[in-house]
């Protein structure tokens, strides 16, 4: 498939939801949300087509189809080393239903969970929801493990219940290798803590780097760890809403199913979107190489796009479709920023607000660039010469301030 042209604009602007087309005025291009801007892959939709077009649509296991639950174990098992089988694995509607419901397990009111600062909202937003408290543990893309480690020690309390890894990681773009990972989940083993690694990204990196979960890191680590899988970013299944749990602790993993009340039919997952998902990991490997092969091209072009941005600095992502830009050479305020852009350039992005990453996030710019060059090279267009200007009256003003303090 050609990653050439996204999806038909109209169908864009009828569908893309979360900040994207369907929600931006007319003519603005939506650099936001982490969604994929291209049809899903023909193998996908044919699956759906043919199971919709059998016409039997009744209720589907509580935990998930059988086959969905070994598709997931084995495209896992292949592609991030994880030691599981189909009974490990849970069917969620979505990888944020799926960090839901490990927080509504293993969380009660008063407990506290480390997370990393900055990281996607959906982390302090769900363990806030389950009464809990979220630690915030600053990360940057240089922090070494030993510099994580202190840092978690340091924050660590008796109400500390779990830590929770975003790997790889929204915003930083980050795939931390096992040298880095294991001192860290072995840290939190010896406290006795659970670890939530969401690895919904995980089908999105870049070579050389590569993907070894959390729980493939030893026998002792698997055991106290729940990882998160989804489809929405490798795949574009996003409005699927669909996800999985994988845990090889049958009893955690059967708290997690008895408190997400599944059997109960009050939740689950849509069986027509675990018959998309099991396609995409059975039959859609290939497409996903393609994806990826544009991926890092969109990837090197916004760095160097980026690279003429007057003080903007970004470190390279080593998975993900988002760059993290630091901008606050240009403002010390990005939701104004964003404002700015987004009138004067018709671009909208993600301002590095405590809202949508933690203060972490201060002075920095979310671009999702999982769209068509021809977009990207648009949106760079017109945001430059705005940047430009914003860069002049900053690099004025420093010059002003310069003067005032040696008079
Ligand atoms: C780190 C992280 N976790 C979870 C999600 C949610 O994924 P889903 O659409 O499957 O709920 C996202 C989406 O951006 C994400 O970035």
Not at 75 to 92: E, H, K, N, P
Not at 131 to 152: F, I, K, N
């Amino acid at each position: 498939m050609s990653f050439d042209d996204i999806a038909p604009p109209e169908l864009l602007r009828e569908r893309a939801f979360n900040l994207r087309w369907a929600q931006q005025p007319a003519g603005v291009i939506p650099l936001t949300a982490a969604d994929s801007d291209f049809p899903v892959a023909p193998q996908i939709r044919e699956a759906m087509a043919r199971y919709v077009h059998d016409g039997v649509l009744g209720y589907g296991p509580p935990e998930g189809l059988a086959h969905f639950r070994d598709a997931v174990a084995r495209w896992l098992t292949q592609r991030c080393g994880l030691s599981c089988t189909g009974g490990d694995v849970i069917a969620t509607d979505s990888a944020a239903a799926a960090i839901a419901q490990v927080a509504g397990a293993c969380l009660t009111a008063g407990d506290e969970v480390l997370i990393p600062d900055p990281v996607d909202f959906l982390f302090a937003h769900t363990i806030s929801k389950a009464g809990a408290t979220p630690v915030r543990v600053p990360l940057r893309p240089e922090t070494t493990a030993a510099e994580y480690v202190a840092a978690l020690q340091e924050r660590v309390s008796t109400c500390t219940r779990m830590m929770w890894l975003c790997h790889p990681h929204n915003p930083l773009g980050l795939v931390k290798d096992p040298a880095w990972l294991r001192p860290v989940a072995e840290w939190a083993v010896a406290r006795g803590l659970w670890i939530l690694s969401d690895e919904v990204w995980s089908d999105i990196v870049y070579p050389p780097h590569r993907i070894v979960s959390v729980a493939a890191l030893s026998q002792e680590i698997a055991a106290r760890t729940v990882t998160v899988y989804g489809f929405s970013k490798g795949f574009g299944l996003a409005g699927l809403r669909i996800g999985a749990i994988v845990c090889t602790d049958a009893q955690r993993l059967e708290q997690i199913v008895s408190s997400a009340d599944v059997r109960s039919t009050v939740a689950g997952a849509s069986v027509l979107s675990q018959v998309g998902a099991a396609a995409a990991v059975t039959s859609a490997g290939s497409w996903l190489d393609g994806f990826l092969r544009h991926l890092r091209d969109q990837r090197d072009y916004a760095l160097a796009r980026l690279a003429a941005w007057p003080t903007v600095t970004a470190a390279v992502p080593q998975g993900t479709f988002v760059v993290f830009p630091n901008v606050s050479g240009l403002s010390q305020n990005t939701e104004e920023l964003c404002a700015m852009l987004l009138r004067r350039a018709g671009v909208a992005l993600v301002p590095g607000t405590p809202r949508w990453f933690g203060p972490g996030a201060a002075g920095h710019l979310r671009i999702s660039f999982a769209t068509s060059r021809q977009v990207l090279a648009e949106a760079f267009d017109r945001l430059d010469p705005v940047i430009a200007e914003i860069a002049e009256i900053a690099e004025r003003s420093v010059r002003a301030h310069r003067g005032r303090s040696s008079v």
